[in-house]
């Protein structure tokens, strides 16, 4: 039988400036952070440690994998200080991929890097068996509004389903804008002519 996908939006007041400023290191570190097109975040809270701040295992990895294939088109930076880095494994059958933010100019690319990045890490594998864990928040600076997208189901659809979820949140962002943004002066002007 196959896994299904499913993927949940809910707003949040997460930018990626509140994150970088989260940070604690040198005002460059937050500067380069606060640029980033794509965050890696770290994960609060694991069983019996509250308090405990990481990165899922394997971070490191998929952070060098991104830079390279993003190719110089998008920065992507881990949101953390050397001194504060770690990472921690997690389930073994569920593949934990980690939290991210995202400037909503680059959400789709993103995307599409970390699917290259979970065919990468699956190859020889079937794609349908295996689990994927995903959380992105598109920090949309023009709409002045953030959402979290969270992702559970087969490495597989990873991709497709979240290319279906911000063309559905783009749609629905779009008619919000046009709602919004005045008329201009010259457009009123041709449409009270058009009315005599």
Known sequence: MEKAATIEVSPVEDTI???ANSVQGPDDLRRRLESA???ILPRKGHSDRPNLVYFPSGTENLHRFAEKTASRKISIEVCSSDEQYVEL???A???ELGLFIVQY??????IAILAE???YKVLGEDEADIEVHAEFIVDDAEAKTSH???YRGPADKFESTYTDALEAYSKSRTQSLEKVRPVSKDKHRKSRRGRK
């Open 117 to 119: 990045y979970i065919k």
């Open 37 to 39: 097109h794509l965050l």
């Open 148 to 150: 979290r997208f969270s």
């Open 89 to 91: 494994s997690l389930y």
């Open 93 to 95: 059958d569920i593949f």
């Open 17 to 19: 400036k509140m994150w």
């Open 105 to 110: 100019v680059t959400a789709e690319l993103a």
